[in-house]
């Protein structure tokens, strides 16, 4: 059966769905979408059910169309759709998806891991997005690269990671570059991410897990103190909680 753009649009597959959200697009009242699959497997991941196959197959799928149309229906609830996931590059649906909603004309905030440069480049240019939130998950080094994100990791998806990058520092779009403080991590990490971007840029706190004992607080500190200690350019660190 030929496919026509909406068609596509059904099949993005939705793992979640989130009708208002008053933090997660600052300064806009968003719905968010979690889309299924992650081709990374970082130690830290909370979201298993959006990520792993065993557990996506057993998992609740939202229907695209009936989620659009409660979007439809709601929009003057919303200023914006935060499209996150699991990773919501890997799916070649995704343009049309967010198409449909750039006709609502509310405004996109698309969550990424930078593994696909070109989509990104190609919605930037097609002026499909308002805003890119993406992950860097460590130096942009391989090995250390891999230690947070998994043995997958290799070196083309560090060259699209780098890529990405280097895209959204280029392309005039408003974006934010983010790091999740996992104890992996240490404050010359954190200053080799520094040097390699620009604009805002949020250190992410991981929240409190017994099973893992892990309490980054007092790498938070150190983090500030380093940090502060130094003099910035073109860049703005948050702590985010
Ligand atoms: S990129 Fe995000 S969704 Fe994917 S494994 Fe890492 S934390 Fe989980």
């Given at each position: 059966?030929?496919k026509?753009?909406?068609?596509i649009?059904?099949?993005l597959p ?7 959200s008053?933090?997660?697009?600052p ?5 968010i ?8 497997r ?10 792993l ?24 609830l ?6 996150t996931?699991?990773?919501p590059?890997?799916?070649?649906s995704?343009?049309?998806f ?10 996109i ?7 696909n440069?070109?989509?990104l480049?190609q919605?930037i ?7 890119i ?6 130096p ?8 947070i994100?998994?043995?997958n ?6 060259a699209?990671?780098?890529?990405s ?13 983010r790091?999740t ?5 240490v ?35 150190a983090?500030?103190?380093?940090i ?14």
């Amino acid at each position: 059966m030929k496919k026509n753009k909406q068609t596509i649009a059904f099949k993005l597959p939705i793992g979640g769905f989130q009708k208002q959200s008053l933090i997660d697009y600052p300064g806009n009242v968003s719905a968010i979408i979690f889309t299924q699959g992650c081709n990374f497997r970082c130690v830290y991941c909370h979201n298993p059910e959006l990520v792993l196959q065993e557990q996506i197959k057993n998992a609740k799928r939202f229907n695209t169309e009936k989620t659009l149309n409660w979007i439809n229906n709601n929009q003057k609830l919303l200023d914006a759709v935060v499209i996150t996931g699991g990773e919501p590059t890997l799916h070649d649906s995704l343009p049309a998806f967010i198409n449909r909603i750039n006709q609502l004309g509310l405004k996109i905030k698309l969550d990424t891991n930078g593994t696909n440069p070109k989509l990104l480049k190609q919605l930037i240019r097609n002026k499909q997005l308002d805003y890119i939130a993406m992950d860097v998950k460590a130096p942009l080094e391989l090995l250390k690269y891999r230690e947070i994100v998994g043995e997958n990791f290799n070196s083309t998806l560090m060259a699209k990671v780098i890529e990405s990058i280097d895209i959204l520092k280029s392309e005039g779009i408003e974006y934010e570059f983010r790091t999740t403080l996992d104890s992996l991590l240490v404050i010359s990490d954190i200053e080799n991410i520094i040097d390699s971007i620009s604009g805002n840029y949020y250190l992410q706190l991981i929240h409190k897990d017994k099973d893992l004992q892990i309490d980054q607080n007092h790498f938070t500190v150190a983090v500030l103190k380093k940090i502060a200690s130094k003099p910035l350019k073109n860049i703005t660190i948050y702590i985010r909680e």
